[in-house]
């Protein structure tokens, strides 16, 4: 029990989840193989940008560039992916990891603030995606939606998708590198007087997180078969809310993997709620607002999120 | 043998080290003894790396090094405990204690079990008696000290440094550390060893080294040294025991009464301070002191009832207790005290800014001005003017800023919370000076402090808290420093 | 010698402006003349009033994503109450600016009473403001602006625009406010240290819901002045500017820790970057390399400022 618990860290996003999946099923009155691979493979981009903005967020950072990023890779994917398989895979990879590396030489070398940097990052980024792919086209084909999604009505490979990444984020985190970006998180200088390398430390949770964009924007290209400059946009700010969602503070230092990605998959199951409860989509902004607020304004929130510090 | 060879170093326009030279042989313990701003911490920052010299040298062993981070100096064995807390308050203990070389499984990942029996076998090993998954936050600042000092020692260190490490620390949890420093000592580690307090310096350390503006006076046994002689060396000139003004008379006016004051951190406290009554209070390190300050301030939240100059005071809260006459200087300076940011002047005026008032809530520039150039003067703040960045004066300065801020609000209670910890002797005497001044003048003061003696030089009656509660009250012929220390470990009834 | 360093960010801004002007001049001769520098400025008045908000929260260690769908709001609020009629403008405009004022009032309380990180609560409020805003309108706004209103938006005495007067005279009280006023004194206090702001009796909840409340307002005045400016509004119209704005205050010397900084360089920084977009539009450059330029050229100027301003919070 206590094992569950700290793998779960605490089940509160996963009730909530839970909850709304529950409130899906009934709605829709079936929720087989079909809908179980649709709700993985939606919510598996969101996922990934997520846990990237987790990452940055625990050394008290932010990034907004995540989601131009995944454009640029999605962009550079859907470009070459047809002509060379291993072009399309690697560049992608590469942009994300510069694109990060940059960041987090920025922010560390010259001690800018994280925001303000990566708002002009951002632009920079959606500025170079809409160079390389001036409209949405390219293309990727079919057969990688097969190999990275599974079949239309097989779950197994989005899942497992699902899991590993999770799982790899949370083993991230429970190495030194972990140890130490929640160090840093908790108290930059303090951290830096105990040894810590925080210069190091800090950039490679931008590079990461940079990779893990990249890796978001061409799931999305696999899911589409095909670039579009903008692709990444929507994520720009939903990152930040599927994080918040997940219990973590912005102050840094706290937080678990798991929960994260139990905001990312609550931010996505809302809108297919939505849609089978019959409301308009006009309403989902307004939802996902109050569901961020009432997380971070409840008391049982609030000490939720605090709790997240006991693993 | 560590060795730091003519180590200069300058900020800006001040030289805060000049060609230092200074020596430690293993199985000592080397004492830095100077006034506030006479270069001891950047000496010993240096030493540990977080500070690099303008020019010298240091070596380890006969061994050059050239530590550039606390990392690099910690490779080479040398450890900093530094005045400032360096532990993570949202980690636990154990993290906290393995923060660079947890133990790890076979992927990479941390093993917690290993961690926390490693943990737990340290605290043990030094008498310290916290479990090791408690958050480090939640523990009081004693032992949040203590364990600094223990995640020090647990990395086996060659040479120790110890910066004002006992700031923080209470009477038994000094003997505490001086035990693991003598062990240490005896084991062949270098200790550098920086305090106020000449009893401690006398009591740790072998031998001590006097610095004044940047310069080494002279390095001398501390057994041959008599305190008048090391004052002398820190000072510059002669000085014997801090002297105490004349404290003059309390009246029969009653300024202030708390009753039944209970919260977190206060048990059923009262209290009564009469008008020009120094009213001291003392005991170990977090027994409530400054708690109880506050919640008199209305910033710390209590229940029970609190009455000035007759009147009581409803939903206290930092605001309303200012009008009623009330004047808080906090033990935090550069946390709760001063903004940082901001001028000499804009501190000094920051709690009456209302009475700067013009038309359309413009601040009265002339009448401001006229107040700081003022009261520079009068408590002979040693600044370019009013315009200067606070952050450029010395700590001295600044704390003289922050009391004659409070003094401008001619408040009718001052309460002070260890407003002379880590001040210089100097601005010592000129504090004590203006606060007997104003106590002369009717205004009723509560002085918690720290150091026992100066209690017994400025109050006129003590209490003496521990756990929360009032332990003793020692009037008259009974404020000796030998009976608050008592009644500080042991409570009332001895 | 404060004199100095205060004006030197709002000084670096004007050169670097000046240049950009310089620019603009080579690319399409005849830019820099009087008619289009006012033209310039009153298009960059919109973007400076929202910043004008901005800089009072960034004071006060906060930030405001929800300006975007305030301006959008308080837009479609205003073109459907006026529908285009002088007669409705006075209460449209006074309902449409109620919104950005409960919008302020509570993203200030929930800041200071509930103790949510500013971006969490500015950001849900946007998204509470967007869905809010589509429900109200089904997605297609109505009504119009009145003639009294595009007058004033896009009107001038004398071939000075009224927004620029407008703009020059609500910058120059907030310059002065900031700077010489007793609020102005606890802004930069709460936003500095909280805790030695409360110590020192100021009533911090107050400061920071009102400068919430301010930047709300502001949102809403911009948002009915742009939608009185194009004619009408439109769904999104306020996302242009809330990026910017941060930008143009940071770029302004303001601290995003609060406590620094003024609207001064806010101004020449709005200025500045309104002038970086019409050059490169001017320029003919495409919609992508504009974007990357203008990341490029922020960095850029982050980067010389920090160079300038060094050493300055060494302690």
């Given at each position: 029990m206590s094992a569950l618990r700290r793998i779960l860290g605490n089940n509160w996003p996963v009730s909530v989840f839970l909850l709304l999946l529950l409130t899906l099923i009934v709605l829709k009155g079936r929720f087989n193989g079909f809908d179980m691979r649709a709700l993985s493979v939606n919510s598996l981009p969101l996922v990934l940008i997520a846990l990237a903005q987790f990452l940055i967020i625990l050394t008290r950072g932010i990034d907004l560039s995540l989601g131009p990023i995944a454009s640029v890779a999605a962009s550079l994917m859907a470009l070459h992916i047809s002509d060379n398989a291993m072009l399309g895979i690697a560049l992608p990879l590469f942009a994300g990891l510069g694109a990060g590396l940059f960041n987090g030489a920025l922010i560390v070398g010259l001690r800018l603030p994280p925001i303000i940097v990566t708002l002009a990052t951002m632009s920079i980024w959606q500025g170079v995606a809409l160079v390389l792919l001036p409209d949405p086209g390219g293309s990727v084909p079919a057969g990688y939606q097969a190999i990275f999604m599974g079949s239309f009505s097989s779950p197994v490979i989005g899942l497992v998708t699902l899991v590993v990444w999770t799982a790899l984020v949370t083993w991230l985190l429970s190495s030194r590198f972990g140890l130490s970006l929640r160090a840093i998180g908790s108290d930059e200088l303090a951290a830096q007087m105990s040894g810590i390398r925080v210069r190091r430390t800090k950039i490679t949770a931008y590079a990461v997180g940079g990779m893990l964009a990249a890796v978001s924007g061409m799931y999305l290209a696999v899911a589409m078969t095909s670039g579009s400059p903008?692709?990444?946009?929507?994520y720009i700010l939903s990152s930040i809310a599927a994080v918040v969602i997940g219990g973590?503070?912005?102050?840094?230092g706290r937080g678990a993997p798991i929960a994260v990605v139990m905001g990312a998959l609550i931010l996505t199951i809302t809108a297919s709620l939505l849609y089978f409860a019959h409301?308009?989509?006009?309403y989902q902004s307004l939802i996902n607002g109050l569901i961020l607020l009432v997380v971070v304004g409840s008391p049982g929130g609030r000490d939720y999120a605090a709790g997240l510090v006991r693993r | 043998m560590l060795r730091l060879a003519d180590i200069d170093k300058t900020y800006g326009a001040t030289r805060a080290l000049r060609a230092v030279t200074v020596e430690a042989e293993p199985g000592t313990v080397l004492g830095l003894a100077g006034e506030n701003g006479a270069g001891k911490s950047t000496l010993i920052k240096v030493a540990g790396g977080a500070i690099a010299a303008d020019r010298g040298t240091i070596s380890l062993d006969g061994l050059s090094i050239q530590p550039r981070t606390t990392h690099e100096a910690q490779a080479h064995g040398i450890v900093s405990v530094f005045q400032e807390l360096t532990l993570l308050r949202d980690l636990s203990v154990e993290q906290n204690l393995f923060l660079v070389d947890a133990p790890l499984k076979r992927w990479g990942s941390i093993d917690r079990r290993a961690m926390r029996q490693q943990a737990a076998a340290i605290l043990a090993r030094h008498d310290l008696t916290i479990a090791a998954d408690t958050r480090v936050g939640d523990l009081p600042l004693g032992q949040q000290q203590m364990l600094e000092i223990v995640r020090a020692v647990a990395r086996k260190p060659r040479v120790l440094l110890l910066d004002e490490a006992t700031s923080a620390l209470g009477t038994t949890e000094v003997a505490w550390l001086q035990r693991l420093v003598q062990s240490l000592r005896d084991d062949g580690t270098m200790v550098l060893f920086i305090s106020h307090r000449w009893d401690e310096i006398v009591s740790f350390c072998n031998r001590v080294a006097v610095l004044r503006n940047g310069e080494l006076v002279g390095v001398a046994d501390t057994a041959a040294l008599s305190e008048a002689e090391a004052v002398r060396m820190m000072t510059g000139h002669a000085v014997s025991e801090a002297e105490f003004p004349n404290k003059g008379a309390a009246s029969d006016g009653v300024a202030l009464t708390a009753t039944s004051l209970r919260s977190r951190s206060l048990d059923n406290v009262g209290l009564e301070l009469k008008r020009g009554e120094i009213l001291g209070l003392g005991g170990?390190?977090?027994?409530g002191q400054g708690h109880l300050l506050e919640a008199l301030f209305g910033a710390h939240r209590v229940a029970g009832e609190i009455a000035v100059n007759g009147a009581p005071l409803i939903q206290p809260m930092p605001r309303r207790a200012m009008q009623a006459g009330l004047a808080y200087v906090p033990q935090e300076r550069k946390t709760q005290g001063?903004?940082?940011?901001?001028?000499v002047g804009q501190n000094l005026t920051l709690a009456t800014l209302d009475r700067l008032r013009t038309l359309l809530g413009l601040v009265d520039a002339g009448a401001e001005r006229a107040t700081v150039e003022a009261a520079i003067i009068r408590e002979q703040i040693k600044t370019r003017g009013g315009a200067e960045p606070i952050r450029n004066l010395s700590g001295g300065n600044q704390q003289k800023v922050l009391l004659e801020r409070w003094l401008l609000t001619k408040p009718s209670i001052l309460l002070l919370n260890d407003v002379t910890r880590g001040v210089d002797i100097g601005t010592k005497r000129h504090i004590y000076e203006v606060i007997a001044a104003i106590a002369r003048e009717g205004v009723g003061v509560i002085w918690y402090s720290t150091d026992a003696r100066e209690l017994v030089g400025v109050a006129h009656r003590v209490l003496v808290m521990l756990g929360g509660r009032v332990a003793a009250e020692l009037r008259g012929d009974e404020v000796t420093a030998d009976r608050i220390v008592a009644a500080a470990v042991m409570g009332a009834g001895q | 010698m404060n004199a100095v360093r205060t004006a030197a960010v709002p000084l670096f801004l004007l050169a670097l402006t000046l240049g950009m002007l310089a620019l603009g001049q080579v690319l399409a001769p005849g830019l820099a003349n009087s008619g289009n520098l006012l033209q310039l400025l009153k298009i960059a008045s919109f973007l400076g009033l929202v910043a004008l908000g901005q800089t009072l929260v960034m004071l006060v260690g906060g930030i405001d994503l929800s300006v975007a769908w305030v301006v959008t709001g308080s837009a479609v609020v205003f073109t459907a109450l006026c529908a285009g009629l002088d007669a409705n403008t006075a209460q449209a405009a006074a309902a449409a600016i109620a919104v950005g004022l409960v919008v302020g009032l509570v993203n200030g309380f929930g800041v200071v009473k509930l103790r949510i990180s500013p971006i969490v609560m500015t950001l849900a409020m946007n998204n509470i403001m967007l869905g809010a805003t589509l429900v109200y309108t089904g997605g297609t706004p109505s009504g119009g602006v009145s003639p009294a209103l595009r007058a004033l938006a896009t009107g001038g005495v004398g071939g000075m625009p009224f927004m620029v007067i407008v703009w020059l005279l609500v910058g120059t009280l907030a310059i002065v406010a900031i700077r010489y006023s007793r609020w102005g004194r606890r802004l930069l206090a709460v936003g500095e240290n909280a805790t030695v702001s409360y110590l020192n009796g100021i009533a911090n909840d107050r400061v920071v819901i009102g400068a919430y409340v301010i930047c709300g307002t502001m949102a809403s005045i911009t948002g009915i002045l742009f939608a009185a400016f194009s004619g009408s509004s439109f769904l999104g119209m306020g996302d242009q500017f809330v990026l910017p704005a941060i930008a143009a205050v940071v770029l302004g010397g303001t601290s995003m820790f609060g406590g620094r900084g003024g609207y001064g360089g806010t101004f020449a920084a709005v200025i500045f970057t309104t002038m970086l977009s019409t050059v490169l539009v001017i320029g003919n450059i495409s919609a992508g390399v504009r974007s990357i330029i203008f990341g490029a050229a922020i960095l850029a100027a982050l980067i010389a400022q920090r160079l300038l301003t060094r050493g300055e919070d060494r302690d």
């Open positions: 903008v692709v990444g946009d929507g973590v503070p912005l102050v840094g409301v308009t989509s006009f | 170990l390190v977090g027994q001063l903004l940082l940011l901001k001028s | -």
